[in-house]
């Protein structure tokens, strides 16, 4: 029935519609772009994630900027339909019964990629079991181990209960569903009773799977016990295979997806380069992200495209003659987005921004490599240099993961440091991140900061979206900015280009080298506002054109789905 789609997408978060909380951050918003590109690509594909009926969270902040997290509230069936199968998994011994609900994504031309999100919210369900599908990166080890479970195993059983019987790729997006391939291994067995997993049962379903590797992080990658796993899990012929699950006493699921996958790839040349040398002996390459065009395109920048390059739609790549935008026209395009996010600003904080100063944006998620308060890191500098170059101001949104207790303190810090250089510089740190208030900062502010710990930072994808919209990056060279930055031109680097891969950490140097770069910024955006303009233009016609899905989707196929 369902025989003509080739490629299943599998995904712990995937983040669709910007009202369903069924994601956290980068890995939910690239697995929503990379489907909406393939709908706009009429790829054969279906994705498949769990529901996170409570999503992620949502974020207060209180005075001093401590976090609080609240469940979110929503209503599943106004965004989806319930699927009428069934499908079933045992989990310590008791039978866990799945639902599905599908969601319509629309590519440009109305091809549908439908995504199922799987469910065990189900009464016939133990209470415990019920909440599986609850939380997303909620709770304790085993809670994930379990939803992993439900997310690999189940989700390739509802595959076929739907009529999905002739899919050719398994597209892990990070190590999160590489429990499918016990599923893969066991249809391999299923008719040939009581025989061992052989060699080419192997390689049938290593020849089928594919891995996308996220995070040089060390936390990133999911591991078990093999005592909980045999718990959870109960026996698999496939523990004993040496060189699927290697490691000994623990499950390693990015270790299970290299095995298993015919094609590896990181997110972007660095990643793949910095995986190489963490996954020693695996053949791992490289296809850098990118963001879906359409999506992430301010209405004001849509406007001036189509209007200059039409066709940028279904032609992304054509961005490339963004230089033929009148410079006074785009610089209205922007001031009508830095207007609106201003306003929105000034409303949640009393703040009072104004339109005519210069204004950064930082939106990412709180945690220590991120290094949200670099540009904190020496007060009098920061007063000194403005005092003397012009004014800034800087707006900052994003969530600490619940467990993430440096990630908290760096939301503090940020409070802190805004009462301290208080009246000088206004600061604003706004509740609840999510693509929402995504699309209006990267649209809305003038430059985009960006400064993790390299080599840390995997990709990086919101200074894409400010690209599209002629905003220009001020970042540390790592992810994709190595490959993004042309000095001056694009953005400007922080940090120097070739420190040794494996070099330690200097935050005071990273820092010194932001203040200059900064400095520069300033400069160029009070006194030379044409060559602004330019550099405007060019983060559109040089990475506009190429750091989008739909680029990064004609790679996955020639390289990984149709191979
Ligand atoms: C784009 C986006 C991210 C990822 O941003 P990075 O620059 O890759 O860290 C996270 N959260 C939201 C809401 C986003 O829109």
Redesign the pocket.
């Known amino acids: 029935m369902n025989n003509e789609r080739k490629i299943a997408y599998f995904s712990m978060e995937i ?1 669709i519609a910007e009202a369903m909380p069924t ?4 890995l ?3 697995a929503g772009d990379t489907i909406l590109a393939g709908a706009d690509m009429k790829i054969p594909m279906v994705a498949v994630s769990l529901l996170h009926r409570k999503g992620y969270f949502f974020q207060k902040l209180a005075e001093d900027g401590s976090q609080i997290e609240e469940p979110v509230a929503w209503s599943v069936d106004d965004f989806m339909e319930e699927m009428p199968p069934r499908v079933s998994v045992t989990i310590e011994n008791r039978t866990v019964h799945v639902r599905c609900w599908k969601y319509e994504a629309q590519g440009g031309s109305g091809y549908v990629v439908p995504v199922y999100f799987l469910d065990t919210d189900l009464e016939e369900n133990a209470p415990e079991d019920r909440e599986l599908t609850h939380f997303l990166y909620g709770r304790d080890k085993k809670y994930r181990l379990c939803q992993e479970i439900v997310l690999g195993i189940s989700g390739v059983r509802m595959l076929r209960a739907l009529g999905y019987d002739e899919i050719d790729r398994f597209h892990m997006n990070e190590g999160h569903a590489s429990l499918l391939t016990l599923e893969l291994l066991d249809e391999q067995l299923r008719g040939r009773d009581g025989q061992t997993i052989s060699g080419e049962d192997v390689s049938a379903v290593r020849q089928r799977c594919v891995f996308t590797t996220h995070t040089p992080v060390a936390a990133g990658h999911d591991q078990f016990s093999m005592d909980l796993v045999h718990q959870v899990l109960g026996p698999h012929e496939a523990f004993s295979l040496e060189n699927v699950f290697c490691c000994g006493d623990t499950l390693n699921l990015t270790y299970l997806a290299l095995n298993l996958s015919h094609y590896v790839n990181g997110v972007a040349k660095k990643h793949g380069e910095v995986s190489r040398t963490m996954f020693e002996g695996y053949q791992i390459d490289a296809i850098t ?1 990118g ?1 879906h065009a359409t999506r992430w395109t301010s209405e004001s920048f849509q406007e001036l495209f189509d209007v200059y390059i039409p066709g940028w739609r279904e032609d992304n790549f054509s961005l490339r003659y963004a230089l033929s935008v009148p410079l006074d026209e785009a610089w209205e395009a922007h001031q009508q987005n830095k207007r609106r996010l201003l306003q929105f600003v000034n409303r949640q904080t009393n703040l009072g921004m104004d339109v005519d100063t210069l204004t950064l944006g930082f ?3 709180a945690t220590s490599y ?1 290094r949200a308060d670099l540009i904190f890191s020496d007060a009098d500098r920061l007063r000194q240099l403005c005092g003397k170059a012009g004014k800034i101001q800087l707006i900052f949104a ?1 969530k600490a993961h619940k467990n993430d207790e440096d990630g908290k303190n760096l939301i503090r810090r940020i409070f802190s440091a805004s009462r301290e250089l208080a009246p000088d510089f206004l600061i604003a740190y706004l509740a609840n ?3 929402e ?3 209006l900062m ?1 649209a809305g502010v003038d430059v985009w900061l ?1 400064t993790p710990q390299p080599p840390m ?1 995997a ?5 894409m ?1 400010a690209a599209l919209n002629g905003v220009p990056s001020l970042s540390i060279l790592d992810g994709w900015w190595i490959e993004g930055c042309i000095e001056g031109i694009t953005g400007w680097a922080i940090g120097n280009n070739h420190r040794q891969a494996d070099a330690p950490p200097d935050r005071a140097a990273d820092a010194r080298s932001l203040y200059e770069k900064l400095e520069r910024v300033i400069h160029v955006y009070y006194q030379t506002p044409v060559q602004f303009r330019k550099v405007m233009l060019s983060s559109i016609a040089l990475n506009g054109s190429f750091f989008n899905t739909q680029r990064m989707m004609q790679q996955y196929v020639m390289k990984a789905y149709f191979e």
Request: no cysteine.
């Open positions: 983040g994601y956290s951050g980068g939910g918003v690239l992200n963001v939106a990412r998620r991120k994003g991140y999510d693509m208030l995504g699309r990267t960006n930072e990709s990086g994808t919101s200074g979206k």
